[in-house]
């Protein structure tokens, strides 16, 4: 056989011509989309000759790495990564070519999930005549398999998802804790299938850019970048993203062509229906990045039929697209310094984000990052000087804001900075300006539902820590559950905050003294004691470097609040000193 798109053999495949395979594969291989992929073409050749052939059985992951990629060690670990990566980029191209040059083809060849084997099926044309009572397919459109097929994908696929969870590094995704009813779509990582891997940062930039620019718009829930890189191999289906993140809508993308001229692909599909509501394509030339980005926004928020408010504009014009470097090691520190109860954490990323203001000092992140890390620094309790770190938090903020008004972590951590002074109203005007900047920023909700409960309104903070774990359900590494927790807790659902604070422990979230405190006076309040003084020793074993009642005395503005936490503690600790 000749890999490069010749195949051999007659073997029956049944209700379909061999010849009539073996011409649409000459066809799809001639293409543009396959036009410079020999290894895709390959792939693609191997497994459609050993079906005619009738040697399905072979078409296995060790015989694709063999025979393809000629992998001679079967005990290679990168043998069966490398076909199951590249399965998912054949799929993706010939959805592509079916989207595109394909559309009126009479026959389909695909590559279902879960397996490698290839199916064939024909597609009636427009000249030929519907079974009664059926319409006609639409050759727009991608097949989709009968109901039993259906049945049996479903299983496959659910398999499938549960074995991806368990393969994913860290802790498995998690199914989101909290559905608001508005349109929510998850932008997948675009894929980079140029010719000289010049696509790559880009292809991450911009998928992260358009979050942030849709982050803007308060009528659409966007699912954070941390929880949607999880799916950036595209090899799981949109149903099963839809149900893992509960989103309506999923953007998937891919850029080809070379550095000087790259080509965007971008596709928005409605989960529901299953339907591909647009296709377009962008070229992209240096200087007029900006411009493809605010087109792909706009073309979104079309797409799902959102009405942007008066003051709402998606064409942001912001410096986070123009120094790709300055904004990846932004992106970078961010995940350094949450979640912020640690101060080595802090300090790292502080020295990061420094770099970052070198790198551009034209771009807000590296300030805003600064400012962060001050604030919470200083709000934690873990600053020499926390007179200084709260200067140097203000300073930093408005020098970001000056660049973007609209930054929401800078708000934020102005908004912290007054919350170490308890000036408790400046915070919540500070974290109301964060909101109304960065509606769907995970981070920037969870701490204003924090604020808006340490001003004494609980039950009010509640939505927005909910929407915090909306808008990143998968990712473990965030604070967002615990904070839930508090909030629980302190509006007087102690079960539903001791489900938060386990949710978050068995997800293999962040565990603090100052958690480990709230979880051990919540079991108290239960009258769960041997559970409350198990907890309590783990507080004092690690707890003795914070000093976590004089954070809780700086964190909320009314006593009893205090003393809600700190009152169950006590009684704790006066039984296990009259035991010892």
């Not at 879960?114 to 097949?143: L, N």
């Not at 200083?378 to 970001?400: M, R, V, Y």
């Not at 808006?452 to 473990?476: H, K, M, S, T, Y």
Request: with cysteine; net charge negative.
């Amino acid at each position: 056989m000749n890999r490069q798109g010749t195949i051999s053999g007659q073997q029956s495949v049944p209700g379909i011509d061999p010849n009539t395979v073996k011409n649409q594969l000459e066809r799809i291989l001639r293409s543009d989309e396959f036009a410079d992929t020999p290894r895709l073409q390959e792939f693609l050749s191997y497994v459609v000759d050993e079906t005619l052939q009738g040697r399905e059985d072979r078409i296995k992951g060790f015989t694709i790495a063999h025979d393809v990629f000629h992998r001679d060690d079967p005990d290679d670990a990168q043998s069966t990564p490398i076909v199951r990566v590249e399965a998912g980029r054949l799929r993706r191209r010939l959805d592509d070519y079916y989207q595109g040059e394909g559309q009126r083809d009479p026959l389909r060849i695909q590559i279902p999930k879960g397996g490698y084997v290839p199916r064939f099926d024909r597609v009636a044309t427009e000249t030929e005549q519907a079974p009664p009572g059926r319409p006609a397919p639409d050759p727009g459109h991608r097949s989709r398999p009968d109901g039993t097929q259906w049945a049996i994908f479903g299983v496959v696929a659910a398999v499938a998802l549960l074995a991806a969870m368990f393969l994913w590094p860290g802790s498995p995704p998690a199914t989101p804790d909290v559905f608001t009813g508005k349109p929510a779509i998850a932008i997948l990582p675009f894929e980079d299938m140029t010719t000289d891997q010049s696509g790559v940062t880009m292809a991450n930039g911009l998928t992260e850019d358009i979050i942030t620019d849709l982050s803007r718009v308060s009528s659409i829930d966007v699912i954070a970048w941390s929880s949607v890189r999880l799916f950036g191999e595209k090899t799981v289906s949109d149903d099963e993203i839809g149900s893992a993140l509960n989103v309506s809508h999923v953007l998937r993308g891919s850029i080809r062509g070379a550095e000087e001229q790259l080509r965007v692909t971008a596709q928005l599909f409605e989960v529901k229906t299953g339907r591909q509501i647009w296709a377009e394509r962008f070229d992209r030339t240096p200087g007029n990045e900006l411009a493809l980005q605010d087109a792909l926004a706009l073309k979104v928020v079309e797409g799902m039929s959102v009405r942007l408010r008066e003051d709402q504009s998606i064409l942001s014009g912001n410096t986070r697209i123009m120094n790709s470097e300055a904004y990846s090691l932004y992106k970078q520190a961010l995940n350094l310094a949450n979640p912020p109860a640690d101060p080595r954490r802090l300090r790292v990323a502080n020295r990061a984000f420094h770099e970052v203001i070198k790198t551009a000092p034209d771009f807000a992140g590296g300030y805003a990052g600064v400012a962060y890390t001050h604030a919470f620094l200083a709000w934690w309790g873990h600053s020499e000087n926390p007179e200084e770190d709260i200067e140097k938090a203000l300073t930093f903020a408005d020098q970001a804001l000056a660049l973007d008004p609209d930054f929401g972590i800078a708000h934020s951590a102005v908004a912290f900075a007054h919350m170490t002074h308890r000036d408790f109203e400046q915070a919540l005007a500070a974290s109301l300006n964060a909101i109304r900047a960065e509606p769907n920023d995970p981070y920037v909700s969870s701490y204003h539902g924090f604020i808006v409960c340490a001003n004494g309104q609980a039950e009010e903070g509640i939505p927005f820590a909910q929407r915090a774990i909306r808008l990143d359900p998968v990712f473990p590494r965030t604070p967002f559950r615990n904070i839930l927790g508090i909030i629980y807790f302190h509006a007087g659902q102690y079960q539903e905050a001791l489900d938060a604070f386990q949710r978050n422990l068995d997800l293999g979230g962040p565990r603090s003294p100052g958690l480990l405190a709230y979880q051990a006076a919540t079991y108290a309040t239960l009258g769960r004691t041997e559970e409350a003084r198990a907890t309590l020793d783990l507080v004092n074993m690690y707890g003795d470097n914070f000093d976590w009642e004089g954070w809780l005395r700086r964190a909320f503005r009314e006593e009893h609040e205090v003393e809600r936490v700190l009152r169950p503690l006590r009684e704790l600790d006066k039984e296990q000193g009259g035991k010892k």
